[in-house]
């Protein structure tokens, strides 16, 4: 059993490295997996956050440490891989979480914005992978976890190329998750719909009522409310852990239900 607080030891023993942890889905994930007694890597392009919540969890380092880290790096993500190996010793779970959104209409994106959301959202996945992959196959197991979208199989007009390249996460888990499967790795996605994080704030923002397109926003969904970053972190807990052996190049859709609400 894990001693840290309110934890059961879920991930004992294992260390997870997490994309993008500084804040929202990616910070309350660092935080779920510590407290199930995995030492945790913040793997984050933002120093000051990312080293604020490594210092919340462990200040003497010893079981989160921040480690600086751009998914658009090859070299980056590298560090990151081989930083972690000398600090841990193993890489035993990746969740790909870093992502940005990029929403346009198509014929007024830009070849720069295109490039910038492949750059994270899908390329930064794969790079990231492939640094912590030879660990991964060296140890006979390992478990990657990809956040996806519900935009990885629904499209919302005038959110061009997000979607485009959330489709292209759900290929990549996929084409992964049986590629390394035979050599004890998993690859999973999950699916989250609507999350209240900064980057929902921000969007709201972007609107000259916020308040309204919020509300709006919660009366979208059956449950009238949109998701918590916790409510992602606990599935990608689920996943990350011995408790999803058979699970494989799956997607969990965690949205509430409403993908599959019927619009009349
Ligand atoms: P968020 O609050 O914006 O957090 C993302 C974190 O990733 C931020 O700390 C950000 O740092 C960091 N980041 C950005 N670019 C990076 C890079 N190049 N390398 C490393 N880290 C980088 O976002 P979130 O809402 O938690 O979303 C996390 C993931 O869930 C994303 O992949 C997103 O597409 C997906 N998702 C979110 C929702 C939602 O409704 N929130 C729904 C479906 C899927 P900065 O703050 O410095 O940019």
Not at 20 to 41: P, S
Not at 68 to 90: N, Q
Request: hydrophobic letters at 45%; charged letters at 20%; glycine letters at 10%.
């Amino acid at each position: 059993m894990s001693g840290r607080s309110d934890g059961c030891g879920r991930l004992e023993g294992k260390v997870a490295i997490i994309t993008g942890a500084g804040r929202g889905i990616g910070e309350a994930t660092a935080r779920a997996f510590h407290r199930e007694g995995a030492r945790v890597v913040i793997a984050e392009i933002d120093a000051a956050t990312g080293a604020a919540v490594a210092a919340s969890l462990s200040p003497e380092g010893s079981s989160a440490r921040f480690l600086p880290c751009d998914v658009r790096s090859a070299d980056s993500v590298e560090a990151v891989a081989s930083a972690t190996l000398a600090a841990f010793g193993r890489i035993d779970v990746l969740v790909n979480n870093a992502g940005i959104n990029v929403f346009h209409d198509p014929l007024e994106t830009s070849e720069a914005e295109w490039r910038r959301c492949f750059d994270i959202d899908l390329d930064g996945v794969w790079r990231m992978s492939r640094a912590v992959l030879p660990a991964m196959l060296d140890q006979g197991h390992g478990a990657i976890v990809n956040i996806a979208s519900t935009h990885s199989f629904s499209i919302i007009p005038g959110c061009f190329p997000y979607p485009v390249a959330k489709h292209g996460l759900l290929g990549l888990t996929r084409a992964l998750g049986i590629e390394y499967a035979a050599r004890g790795l998993r690859v999973n996605a999950i699916a989250p719909g609507y999350i209240e994080t900064q980057i929902a704030i921000d969007y709201w923002n972007g609107f000259p009522d916020p308040e309204a397109e919020k509300r709006r926003a919660y009366e979208l969904h059956p449950q009238k409310r949109i998701g918590k970053p916790d409510e992602i972190a606990m599935t990608a807990l689920f996943l990350a852990s011995d408790e999803a052996p058979f699970l494989n190049a799956a997607c969990i859709v965690v949205d509430g239900g409403r993908s599959v609400l019927y619009h009349e």
